[in-house]
């Protein structure tokens, strides 16, 4: 971590599930370091991991940057903090700490990676603070290290160990010469081409992948059908057309698919629809271009940096747009009985929380992502699809959200989402 990615997190610290303070104190301290084990155990069983900064003091529930003072940091040595950790910790944690300075003070930060393979369980009691045999996590609820107790955090603890175990079969079946993925023939994200498409991946980028769940859907007779079919599920939500097609400018056709790269503005996106049903779409955060034509005639916000901000409100719009999208396409009967979709957004980390949403109160902290990406995939009904918009866009608004220390539920991002939905008919 640099000093400059461990100012923005003191400039108005508060905890987050990827992140948690210690106070000032020393490695041979037992009871202290015991808070500390704790704490990176639960970071390990957390998906991408988290970082633990010591130097950190709370008094009263605030937060203040202290510092460890020169005998303190001598006890944190590398070395003798990987080994105090392996006589609690199994597996072994992946972890790395490096002390930062920062205005003349320092701080011990400890990066520490999600599991490899299997959780990371307590293999050692310690009186009042550890228990051998107990996954230890950062619950939903609030961010704050502690035994997983919850049917909700001890799901969200299986279901990554599942996907890992998962993947490395299909490494291992992979190197044997077999594989057990089911869509080896579709075309992938990588086939999008064109000026624009290199443009988009200059900057931060999300993509949304729409296509029948198995091979040999009805599929399109004729490119001319396949554009008929794309203007009629076109969607108009808030300022924002997905994908954004034009009445005078017909897409490029090739021989199995249809292509468009749009840059107007701060609206860059690359997309191909392929008479299979698969369309695969490519765009770049409105927020990371506006210092595009539109806003020359304006001066930029203060500090504006491309890949420095991301909004709520933008967020979930665009997740709104592509799921509402997949299912206005389902409801053409050209992608069979169900739909695969895939949303990934990219270019996460370091970027700060913005409240862009009207009427609503801005951020009194900041809120920093410290995971780099987000990627999920779901198989649907078709018949059931359009009905799940919302849902589906409230549910992966959570998850994206949290990766920036926001836990808000579910409830809260359907209204706002219904709210946008409505406002943009």
């Not at 769940?213 to 108009?236: C, D, I, K, N, Y």
């Not at 996460?348 to 929380?353: A, E, Q, T």
């Not at 009194?364 to 919302?390: C, K, M, N, W, Y």
Request: hydrophobic share 40%.
């Amino acid at each position: 971590m640099t000093p400059n990615e461990l100012r923005d997190i003191l400039q108005s610290p508060r905890e987050e599930r990827g992140l948690e303070f210690k106070g000032p104190g020393k490695r041979d301290d037992r009871v202290f370091f015991a808070l500390v084990v704790q704490a990176v155990l639960a970071m390990a069983n957390r998906r991408d991991g988290g970082v633990v900064v010591v130097g950190v003091g709370e008094t009263d529930g605030r937060f203040e940057p202290v510092g460890l003072t020169a005998d303190e940091l001598q006890t944190w040595k590398s070395d003798h903090v990987l080994d105090g950790l392996a006589e609690y910790a199994d597996p072994s944690v992946d972890v790395r700490c490096s002390p930062v300075e920062l205005d003349g003070r320092t701080f011990l930060v400890i990066e520490v990676s999600e599991f490899e393979d299997l959780p990371v369980a307590c293999k050692k009691d310690f009186p009042g603070t550890l228990q051998r045999g107990v996954f230890y996590g950062r619950p939903r609820r609030k961010p704050e290290s502690m035994a997983i107790g919850t049917q909700a955090d001890m799901r969200d603890l299986i279901d990554l160990a599942t996907e890992k175990r998962l993947r490395h079969l299909l490494e291992i079946t992979a190197g044997a010469g077999a594989s057990l993925k089911p869509d080896d023939s579709w075309p992938l994200l990588e086939h999008i081409g064109g000026k624009v498409a290199p443009t988009i991946r200059s900057r931060g980028w999300w993509s949304f992948v729409v296509r029948p769940a198995r091979p040999g859907a009805t599929g399109f007779g004729s490119l001319a059908e396949m554009e008929q079919a794309l203007r009629g599920t076109e969607v108009h939500y808030f300022g924002y057309r997905f994908p954004r097609l034009y009445r005078d400018v017909a897409p490029m056709r090739h021989q199995h698919f249809l292509e468009q790269q749009t840059e107007v503005d701060e609206f860059l996106e690359a997309w191909r629809f392929f008479d299979s049903g698969a369309f695969l779409w490519l765009g770049g955060y409105t927020s990371d271009w506006k210092d595009r034509e539109l806003f020359q005639d304006r001066p930029l916000p203060d500090n504006w940096r491309h890949g420095g901000a991301l909004g709520v409100g933008e967020l979930l719009a665009y997740l709104t747009l592509g799921f509402e999208f997949a299912a206005r396409l389902g409801a053409t009967g050209k992608l069979g009985a169900g739909i695969h979709v895939e949303v990934r957004f990219t270019s996460l980390n370091g970027r700060v929380l913005m409240m862009d949403l009207p009427r609503r109160v801005p951020f009194t902290s900041r809120r920093i992502a410290h995971a780099d990406s987000f990627a999920e995939q779901i198989v649907s009904p078709t018949a059931e699809l359009l009905g799940r918009v919302p849902g589906l866009a409230s549910e992966y608004g959570v998850k994206v959200l949290s990766l920036f220390g926001w836990d808000v539920d579910t409830a809260w991002c359907r209204r706002i989402i219904d709210d946008l939905r409505g406002a943009g008919k």
